[in-house]
C-alpha cells in the first residue's frame, strides 16, 4: 500500500510518496521505496522528481546551510549536476535544478533566508524520520570546516597575536643575548710539577 509523508513548514511543504520495502521486513507505516516526491512553494511552481533529484536536493541544502551558518557564503553542486545552490544579491540563495529529460529548461527558485530556513527544516525532518530510514552511504557525512575556512572569522587581533608574539619572543632572546657577559675562558694548565719547584734539565 502507497504511502504519503508529509513535512510542512511555513512556506514550503514536502511530501515523499513510497512503498516499504517487505524484503527487509518494513512494516506497512514506512517507506522503503521511494516512487515520487513534491515540494509545494507559496506562491512558485510545484516542483516534483524521483527518488534521485531528492537525494540530490539533500545533498547540496545541507552543507550550503550548515556554511552560511558558519559565516561562508558558498556554492554547492551536487556530483550529477541535477542542483545547485549559490549565494544570490541582497543576501538571497538561488536554486537551479536541471532536468534529467533533454529539451527542458533549468528552474530556477530565489528564497531569502526564512524562506531557506524552511527548506532545511522539511529536509531534516525527512532525513530524521524513523519512517524512512536512508542508507548512510546515499548523504555525505558531515565535515568538520577546515581552519583556514574559519579565519576570516577571528577578530584580527587574534589573527596577530601569535606571529607578532614569537616575534617578540625571539627579539627577547636576540637582547638578551647582547647583555648577558660571555662565560669566563679556563686558564691554561700550569707547565711545573705539583711541588712546585722546576724540572731538572735533561742530559
Do not use: N
Not at 521486513?25 to 531528492?54: K, N, Y
Not at 544570490?88 to 531569502?112: A, N
Not at 555525505?140 to 570546516?145: A, D, E, F, N, S
Not at 691554561?188 to 724540572?199: K, V, Y
Amino acid at each position: 500500500m502507497k504511502q504519503i509523508l508529509r513535512y510542512d513548514q511555513l512556506s514550503c511543504r514536502l511530501q515523499v510518496e513510497g512503498l516499504p520495502d517487505v524484503s527487509i521486513g518494513q512494516s506497512a507505516g514506512c517507506v522503503g521505496i521511494i516512487t515520487g516526491w513534491s515540494l509545494q512553494w507559496t506562491g512558485r511552481p510545484e516542483l516534483e522528481g524521483e527518488r534521485d533529484h531528492l537525494l540530490a536536493l539533500m545533498t547540496v541544502i545541507l552543507p550550503y546551510a550548515r556554511h552560511l551558518v558558519s559565516g561562508l557564503r558558498r556554492s554547492f553542486r551536487d556530483p550529477t549536476g541535477a542542483v545547485t545552490v549559490e549565494p544570490d544579491q541582497d543576501r538571497r540563495h538561488r536554486i537551479s535544478l536541471r532536468s534529467s529529460q533533454p529539451g527542458h529548461p533549468v528552474l530556477t527558485i530565489h528564497l531569502d533566508d526564512a524562506e531557506l530556513a524552511d527548506l532545511v527544516r522539511v529536509i531534516d525532518a525527512l532525513r530524521l524520520d524513523p519512517r524512512l530510514p536512508l542508507p548512510p552511504d546515499l548523504l555525505p557525512r558531515p565535515q568538520p570546516l577546515r581552519s583556514r575556512d574559519l579565519v576570516h572569522r577571528l577578530p584580527l587581533q587574534r589573527r596577530l597575536a601569535a606571529p607578532l608574539g614569537g616575534l617578540a619572543a625571539v627579539s627577547l632572546v636576540a637582547v638578551l643575548s647582547w647583555l648577558v657577559p660571555p662565560p669566563p675562558q679556563p686558564r691554561p694548565a700550569s707547565t711545573l710539577p705539583s711541588s712546585g719547584r722546576p724540572a731538572p734539565p735533561r742530559s
